[in-house]
């Protein structure tokens, strides 16, 4: 993840989340106020009124204060300096009321009574702001406001049962004092863990961002990579043809085509990148895209090989190398030449139900900066068959990790008369699904099958 994304990110959830406290503050502390007003109303001394009147007139301004913030916020007017601002008043507010019970009833009302518990309420509110600091300045605030009030105003009007002298007076301001200090305390504790805890929904709300992309970018890989794989709609002029392909993840390293050339020939060609994945299939569609365009520039395969080697060796990564059987089928001569690099064997199963490996073959590509090869040149006559496949299908494990095993494949084709390139894809599909039962492919897995078929050209 972007670090500056992220901090991105964080900074405005957390903004989010501090105007909704202080908006909820706004809101909860005016219904307060007013609720406190409405219970107030009582017969007081005449000499009185005047306080009271001054008592009505800040609480309406105050009314007035926290209900416009609570409504500004919620029009997306806010400044972060703002809440320090209405921390200092909120705590006044207490402080003012406090004071207010002190002078309508007497001083032991005022610090006894449920006026301090409010001081609670708004360290208690700061927490939801999941802001540390805000929540420690609140308490001590709080601590200084309660303690000031005491020491100016009602240290000579207090009397305390049981305390005899100043000291111990003093001594139980400090302590409730403290009390609003470790409130300030506990909330910010509450609130670095709420902070933490949005940290990580934060992290994983990114990190589910970042997998959806990827996610949906890999869903548009393995579509691109289907379109680049032939299906059974190929139909050569001269040839049967019967594919599969099964990628280990959503891509894979597995390459396989048949591209058609002038006057009924075609270039076979079935390749493994090793490993498999991304990086693979981006490997392998650009040999696929050199392979096409040096096939439509007629080049032979010899040369296909060594173009493709050069590519490997100087532009991947190291460790990658590529497997690759190309062919080429001519079907007025009944040939096929080939060059096998590092891949399987493919099988040729002949009109004599004899089953050939085609195992003249050099090294893989990307291993060696010169690749010198030639072709070998087999007779392939009409009725008979070729099965290219990569080592995923002879490697295929069963449950045991048992190898399915070139052997197999081979005695497959060797047990079953008058074969088809569809009655054999048939068999190794079952032999597949039959060998792997429930295990997890480890590695893509393709094969191709062509027969040649009847024509009126003649060998010459």
Same mark, same amino acid.
């Given at each position: 993840?972007?670090?500056?994304?992220?901090?991105?990110?964080?900074?405005?959830?957390l903004?989010?989340?501090?105007?909704?406290?202080?908006?909820?503050?706004?809101w909860?502390?005016a219904?307060?106020?007013?609720?406190m007003?409405?219970?107030?109303? $009582?017969?007081?001394?005449?000499n009185? $009124?005047?306080?009271?009147?001054? /008592?009505?007139?800040?609480?309406a301004a105050?009314v007035?204060?926290f209900l416009?913030?609570?409504?500004?916020?919620?029009?997306?007017?806010?400044h972060?300096?703002?809440?320090?601002?209405?921390?200092?008043?909120?705590?006044?507010?207490?402080?003012?009321?406090?004071?207010?019970?002190?002078?309508?009833?007497?001083a032991?009302?005022?610090?006894?009574?449920?006026?301090?518990?409010f001081?609670?309420l708004?360290i208690?509110?700061?927490s939801?702001?999941?802001?540390p600091?805000?929540?420690?300045l609140?308490?001590?605030?709080?601590?200084?406001?309660?303690?000031?009030a005491y020491?100016?105003?009602?240290?000579q !009007?207090?009397?305390?049962?049981?305390?005899?002298?100043?000291?111990?007076a003093w001594?139980?301001?400090?302590?409730k004092? /403290?009390?609003?200090?470790?409130?300030?305390?506990?909330a910010?504790f509450i609130a670095?863990?709420?902070?933490?805890l949005?940290?990580?929904v934060?992290?994983?709300?990114?990190?589910?961002?970042?997998?959806?992309?990827?996610t949906?970018?890999?869903?548009?890989a393995?579509?691109?990579?289907?379109?680049?794989?032939?299906d059974? !709609?190929?139909?050569?002029?001269?040839?049967?043809l019967?594919?599969?392909?099964?990628?280990?993840k959503?891509v894979?390293?597995?390459?396989f085509?048949v591209?058609?050339?002038?006057?009924?020939e075609?270039l076979v060609v079935? $390749?493994?990148?090793s490993g498999k994945?991304?990086?693979?299939?981006?490997?392998?569609?650009?040999?696929?895209a050199?392979?096409?365009?040096?096939a439509?520039q007629?080049?032979?395969?010899d040369?296909?090989?060594?173009f493709?080697?050069?590519?490997?060796?100087?532009?991947?990564?190291r460790?990658?190398?590529?497997?690759?059987?190309?062919?080429?089928?001519?079907?007025?001569?009944?040939?096929?030449r080939?060059?096998?690099?590092?891949h399987?064997?493919?099988?040729?199963?002949?009109?004599?139900?004899?089953?050939?490996?085609?195992?003249? $073959?050099?090294p893989?590509?990307?291993?060696?900066?010169e690749y010198?090869?030639?072709?070998?040149?087999?007779d392939?006559v009409?009725?008979?068959?070729?099965l290219?496949?990569?080592?995923?299908?002879?490697e295929?494990r069963?449950?045991q990790?048992?190898?399915?095993?070139a052997?197999?494949?081979?005695?497959?084709?060797?047990?079953?008369?008058?074969?088809t390139?569809?009655?054999?894809?048939?068999?190794?599909?079952?032999?597949?699904y039959d060998?792997?039962?429930?295990?997890?492919?480890a590695d893509?897995?393709s094969?191709?099958?062509?027969?040649a078929?009847?024509?009126?050209?003649?060998?010459?």
């Amino acid at each position: 993840m972007n670090n500056k994304a992220y901090i991105e990110l964080l900074d405005s959830e957390l903004l989010i989340v501090e105007k909704r406290s202080q908006q909820l503050a706004g809101w909860l502390l005016a219904t307060t106020i007013i609720l406190m007003n409405i219970f107030a109303q $009582a017969d007081h001394d005449p000499n009185m $009124a005047k306080f009271l009147n001054f /008592t009505h007139l800040l609480s309406a301004a105050l009314v007035v204060w926290f209900l416009g913030t609570a409504i500004l916020i919620g029009r997306g007017i806010y400044h972060p300096a703002f809440k320090y601002l209405n921390l200092i008043l909120q705590v006044s507010t207490v402080t003012f009321y406090m004071l207010a019970s002190a002078r309508l009833v007497d001083a032991n009302f005022a610090i006894s009574s449920t006026a301090p518990l409010f001081y609670l309420l708004v360290i208690g509110l700061t927490s939801l702001s999941i802001n540390p600091l805000l929540s420690l300045l609140a308490g001590g605030l709080a601590a200084g406001q309660f303690i000031g009030a005491y020491a100016i105003w009602l240290q000579q !009007e207090v009397f305390m049962p049981g305390i005899e002298t100043a000291e111990g007076a003093w001594v139980q301001m400090f302590l409730k004092g /403290t009390m609003f200090i470790m409130m300030g305390i506990a909330a910010m504790f509450i609130a670095r863990s709420s902070r933490g805890l949005l940290e990580k929904v934060v992290t994983q709300v990114r990190y589910q961002e970042q997998l959806n992309f990827i996610t949906e970018d890999m869903d548009q890989a393995a579509e691109i990579q289907e379109k680049l794989i032939p299906d059974n !709609e190929l139909n050569p002029e001269y040839y049967k043809l019967e594919s599969f392909y099964s990628p280990a993840k959503q891509v894979g390293g597995d390459y396989f085509d048949v591209i058609e050339l002038a006057d009924g020939e075609c270039l076979v060609v079935i $390749a493994d990148v090793s490993g498999k994945g991304y990086s693979a299939a981006l490997l392998m569609s650009n040999i696929q895209a050199m392979v096409k365009t040096l096939a439509d520039q007629h080049y032979s395969v010899d040369r296909i090989v060594q173009f493709i080697n050069q590519s490997v060796y100087h532009n991947s990564v190291r460790g990658k190398f590529v497997s690759i059987f190309l062919m080429e089928l001519d079907p007025h001569q009944q040939t096929l030449r080939y060059i096998n690099c590092g891949h399987n064997p493919p099988l040729l199963l002949n009109n004599k139900s004899e089953v050939i490996e085609l195992d003249q $073959a050099y090294p893989v590509l990307g291993v060696l900066a010169e690749y010198p090869c030639e072709t070998t040149t087999l007779d392939f006559v009409p009725g008979e068959i070729i099965l290219a496949y990569t080592d995923g299908l002879s490697e295929l494990r069963d449950s045991q990790g048992r190898q399915l095993g070139a052997g197999r494949i081979k005695t497959l084709l060797q047990s079953t008369e008058e074969l088809t390139p569809s009655l054999i894809k048939q068999i190794l599909l079952a032999k597949i699904y039959d060998h792997a039962g429930g295990t997890e492919m480890a590695d893509d897995l393709s094969f191709i099958c062509m027969q040649a078929e009847e024509h009126k050209a003649v060998k010459q």
